[in-house]
């Protein structure tokens, strides 16, 4: 049995003869027939409508709660000079993806404390050996500043990848695939456009920098799609 394109179910008698390729309808109480195919319209569309169901977020931290996590971050961070930093922000990150829920569902953050400490050294060293070229020689300032150029989208990517990577909703992380090349044409451009602007035209970099991030994460094989206009950044 089938149903036509009037909403009427069509039995076909697999002894009965077929004309063209087409079943032929059998009568069989027209009215029951009708209310079954009814419902089943009524069914499929309920379920597409909650396939299609916009799902909102919802945080239930506490000031409370997070003064007393934030406090002890401060206070070690200042006494161990700033390398307690990267387990500060792991403390942070969990605090607030535990409380924010999605279907139900918490957020997970699975970054090691040493990894993010491994990658803040790394900047540090560039920063320290940066300084120490232009007090040597201050014509290399411009070898410097063109350097810092180009590795800026380098280093957004990587921290986007990072993170993303790091986080996972019902124990699926997500996943970030935005390239280099993408990340330094809006670096640029964005640069360009804020400089010839006078700093009025820097919403558009944000713009295009969110929709290089949503754009670019994935969550399994499903992909994040940024629909927003430039006029609330």
Do not use: C
């Amino acid at each position: 049995w089938e149903i036509n394109k009037g909403g009427e179910i069509a039995m076909q008698d697999p002894q009965s003869e077929q004309l063209d390729g087409v079943p032929e309808a059998v009568p069989h109480d027209e009215v029951a027939a009708n209310e079954i195919a009814a419902e089943m319209v009524a069914a499929a569309t309920k379920n597409s409508t909650l396939a299609h169901q916009a799902l909102g977020f919802s945080f239930r931290g506490q000031a409370g709660e997070y003064f007393r996590i934030w406090i002890v971050n401060i206070a070690l961070t200042i006494v161990t000079l700033g390398i307690f930093s990267a387990w500060a922000k792991v403390r942070r990150m969990r605090y607030f993806y535990g409380n924010t829920r999605l279907a139900g569902s918490v957020f997970e953050y699975h970054a090691k404390p040493m990894q993010i400490l491994k990658g803040r050294l790394l900047v540090l060293i560039f920063f320290i050996a940066a300084s120490a070229l232009q007090t040597i020689d201050p014509t290399l300032s411009i070898l410097v500043t063109g350097l810092f150029i180009f590795l800026v989208p380098w280093v957004i990517v990587r921290a986007l990848s990072f993170r993303l990577r790091n986080s996972s909703w019902r124990n699926l992380r997500f996943n970030f695939v935005g390239q280099y090349n993408e990340s330094l044409g809006i670096t640029l451009g964005g640069a360009a456009v804020s400089a010839v602007t006078m700093g009025i035209g820097y919403f558009l970099w944000l713009k295009w920098q969110m929709r290089f991030f949503i754009d670019n994460s994935r969550f399994g094989d499903i992909q994040g799609r940024f629909t927003g206009g430039g006029g609330g950044f």
